[in-house]
């Protein structure tokens, strides 16, 4: 184990270097941390900053400050940072996946999956490197091999909700709804506040045709989320739908494009309601606006024209709206693809990347010296493994949720899960 060899250097290393390394994992640095996983990605970069401007050579703060660019969408910013720290540490794995999901969402396909097998390849071992390329694979439709590289993450670690919901992602994907459900039960006996898997349960169950029990699930995640988890809004909208309730289904759909207006996948269910109800203008607007934010929406960009076609058959002399008419012909330019890995799990009260794989470590160097100890924590979070992060560190940003379904990872618009 990478702490018990990191041991054997604690008695040849003069007490003052250690307390110089220590820094590195500063309560700022963590300060940071817990900030942008609670959505204040500016206060974070401010702390970051600030200890860098400190400590110029900080690899942690580099390593973080990335992620918090990234996760704001200056996605080049994230990547020269990242270079930086691999000129400095060219066998740093953790980076190079990092880097794999920067220049993913920066369309650099080709350099993204080099990246991510340079992080495998460095460290076989690295649970967040196989997840992360199982996002890259699942993307780009290669769905056995994302399959593979999650039962790899497995292996590593069991007890890893995140490869589980990412497993049962893509079981989904793969409309093996059985299977689906076994992971996402499996993931909330590991995390059972999670709202990510209590609402991906919900979302199996309504496909399978549990409408009341994927209800249920819904109002829960909702409960645990203080009423703010929108993919829940979603389910609760189709569940409705489904049941004939179209006045419940509105009602959720509306406040899940309220809460955040540039979910292409809250546009297309309000349409879907829209459309059950007979509305047929204002679901047409709906999903030409879903387009305009994402124009590779595959449910808008296959409804819409049938909903035209069906509009203007029944009125030849029907008005449309410009965006109506152009569906989609218009970028607004809002990038919705922010990647961090955690769209295979989602985010809520239960472990995220490296929190899991980290405990084992803590219980070991509570045998250690006390200084010892300081230097394993610096040794485990910045040597490349992700793994290793102290508690409550998490090293490829802890997901949002509108990073949940909005990145490239998320196929925006596929036909499986959520197919309205």
């Known amino acids: 184990m990478e702490l018990v060899r990191s041991g054997s250097l604690f008695l040849v290393i003069a007490v003052a270097s250690i307390m110089a390394q220590v ?20 206060k974070a970069e401010a702390i970051l900053r600030t200890v860098l401007h400190q400590h110029p050579d900080s690899i942690p703060a580099m390593d973080e400050l990335g992620l918090v660019l990234q996760a704001q969408g200056r996605r080049q910013e994230a990547l020269l940072l990242f270079k930086k720290i691999l000129k400095a540490e060219p066998d740093n794995a953790g980076v190079y996946s990092n880097m794999g999901i920067c220049l993913e969402a920066m369309d650099r396909d080709d350099e993204a999956l080099s990246a991510f097998k340079k992080a495998i390849e460095l460290q076989p071992n690295l649970r967040s490197a196989h997840v992360d390329i199982a996002n890259y694979y699942r993307y780009h439709n290669h769905l056995p091999k994302a399959i593979r590289h999650l039962k790899r993450a497995i292996e590593i670690t069991p007890t890893d909700p995140i490869a589980h919901g990412g497993l049962g992602a893509v079981l989904s994907d ?8 076994a992971q996402y039960r499996v993931l909330l006996k590991l995390a059972p506040r999670n709202v990510h898997g209590i609402t991906e349960l919900g979302n199996v169950l309504l496909r399978k045709g549990h409408t009341d029990r994927a209800i249920k699930r819904f109002e829960k995640a909702l409960e645990l989320s203080g009423g703010s988890w929108v993919r829940a809004m979603d389910g609760m909208g189709r569940a409705y739908r489904e049941k004939g309730n179209l006045v419940e289904a509105e009602k959720y759909a509306k406040m899940a494009v309220a809460m955040r207006p540039v979910d292409v996948q809250s546009r297309d269910v309000l349409a879907s309601v829209y459309q059950a109800e007979g509305h047929s203008k204002r679901a047409a607007n709906e999903y030409a606006t879903a387009l305009r934010y994402n124009p590779t929406d595959k449910v808008a960009s296959k409804r819409l024209p049938k909903l035209i076609v069906s509009m203007e058959k029944k009125d030849p002399n029907v008005k449309l709206p410009a965006n109506v008419k152009q569906f989609g012909g218009v970028d607004l330019g809002t990038d919705i693809r922010t990647y961090p890995h955690e769209h295979l799990m989602g985010n809520g009260d239960e472990p995220t990347a490296g929190s899991s794989d980290s405990a084992q470590y803590i219980l070991i160097g509570a045998l250690v010296v006390v200084v010892g100890a300081a230097l394993a924590i610096y040794l485990q979070c910045w040597s490349g493994n992700n793994e290793g992060y102290a508690p409550g ?16 990872g998320s196929f925006p618009g596929k036909d499986s899960l959520y197919e309205l």
């Open 23 to 42: 820094h590195d994992v500063s309560p700022e640095v963590r300060q940071a941390v817990l900030l942008k996983n609670a959505g204040h990605a500016i």
């Open 174 to 181: 793969m409309e093996n709804w059985d299977e689906a459900e």
């Open 393 to 408: 560190y998490a090293p490829v940003g802890a997901g949002e949720e509108d990073d949940l379904y909005q990145s490239k």
